[in-house]
């Protein structure tokens, strides 16, 4: 079958780090993306992945291993706006559709 | 190009009636998808056209879903004699067919609520 899981909810302090984990079972693996979704709002890219290892991109990185079947999407300096669902997908194969994991909604407190 | 737009933003029908939705991708993009997404889940597939071609449709979707790209531009997704169970948000995404890294971009959905 095919499973990506995320916790359901993470609680953070601003100016702290969070690492955001996500397990996947697929039948074909193509790449996986990280979405960031404020409450009511379509989801927005934040990062991929194809390879294994880290890609950084300014506050936001994410970790690929292919062979464990796990990322994570790290955040620095969280800030209050960082406060929204963030969304695991992997894309099975090259139709580019993704399976989506129920998302974790993070919580930031000042 | 101002992104991917859907219309209307959000839609309050009567069970048994007939809901259109609209979707225009970004212009130079020729893959276009549409989700489905309840509260607390993430977006679920719904389908996904290639150009005019509707090349894949999710297995959950019943008749009385169809979709339509008619000319490789905007996209159209029709329910028929909704029900209650179809109240959620649905989103229309684009991607170029290169560039897989830069992910999809997503329009801002089309919420709708059955009554």
């Known amino acids: 079958g095919q499973n990506i899981d995320q916790p359901t909810e993470m609680t953070a302090t601003e100016g702290a780090i969070v690492q955001i984990n996500c397990t996947y079972q697929?039948?074909?693996?193509?790449?996986l993306f990280w979405y960031q979704q404020h409450a009511g709002e379509a989801p927005t890219f934040l990062s991929y992945?194809?390879l294994d290892g880290l890609e950084e991109k300014g506050r936001f990185s994410s970790f690929l291993s292919r062979s464990k079947g796990y990322s994570y999407l790290l955040l620095k300096e969280l800030q209050m706006k960082d406060s929204a669902s963030y969304l695991c997908?992997?894309?099975?194969?090259?139709?580019?559709?993704?399976?989506w994991g129920a998302g974790t909604k993070l919580i930031i407190k000042p | 190009d101002t992104g991917v737009s859907q219309n209307p933003r959000h839609k309050i029908t009567k069970r048994g009636q007939n809901v259109t939705f609209r979707c225009d991708p970004i212009s130079e993009h020729n893959r276009l998808y549409w989700y489905r997404q309840t509260l607390g889940q993430g977006p679920e597939f719904l389908t996904y056209f290639q150009n005019e071609a509707q090349l894949e449709k999710s297995r959950l979707l019943s008749d009385r879903f169809s979709a339509e790209r008619p000319k490789g531009s905007f996209s159209t997704l029709e329910i028929q004699r909704t029900e209650q169970g179809d109240s959620a948000m649905y989103l229309c995404?684009?991607?170029?067919?290169?560039?897989?890294?830069?992910?999809?971009?997503f329009g801002s959905g089309t919420r709708l609520t059955v009554v």
């Open positions: 992945n194809v």
């Open positions: 997908a992997v894309r099975q194969d090259s139709n580019y559709q993704l399976i």
């Open positions: 995404a684009s991607s170029p067919t290169t560039g897989e890294a830069d992910g999809y971009t």
């Open positions: 697929t039948s074909g693996f193509n790449g």
